[in-house]
Nanobody, 129 residues
Framework: QVQLQESGGGSVQSGGSLRLSCTAS????????MGWFRQAPGKEREGVAF????????YYADSVKGRFTISQDSDKNTLYLQMNSLKPEDTAVYYC??????????????????????WGQGSQVTVSS
């Protein structure tokens, strides 16, 4: 059974930092890319960042560029999202996601939720002013 398990969410004051982790298990293939998404109450899910596993290339939404960093530890099958200079508008449930076998993402396409087939359960991040 394929599974993505997030951890590391919590509450922090504006300007603070958090690091989210997403550990993959049960996969019989290596996804070509993995991503982080978030969904705030009453809003649609939006792509935050994605990571191309072979090349290490990254792509970020404009709203988090320069503040968030996506990375991967392939030995641990873990994807990370380091979030610095957090703002109240970053408050959301954060999800990690993995691409289906054989699919590739180019440019901003990796920020679209329909490019992913496996999702974690979500981790709440709350930033207070």
């Amino acid at each position: 059974q394929v599974q993505l398990q997030e951890s590391g969410g919590g509450s922090v004051q504006s300007g603070g930092s958090l690091r989210l982790s997403c550990t993959a298990s049960g996969f019989t293939y290596t996804s070509n890319y993995m991503g982080w998404f978030r969904q705030a109450p009453g809003k649609e899910r939006e792509g935050v960042a994605f990571f191309t596993t072979g090349s290490g290339n990254t792509y970020y939404a404009d709203s988090v560029k320069g503040r968030f960093t996506i990375s991967q530890d392939s030995d641990k099958n873990t994807l990370y999202l380091q979030m610095n200079s957090l703002k109240p508008e970053d408050t959301a449930v954060y999800y990690c996601a993995a691409a289906p076998n054989g699919r590739w993402a180019f440019g901003a396409s990796g920020l679209h939720s329909n490019m992913y087939s496996t999702w974690g359960q979500g981790s709440q991040v709350t930033v207070s002013s």
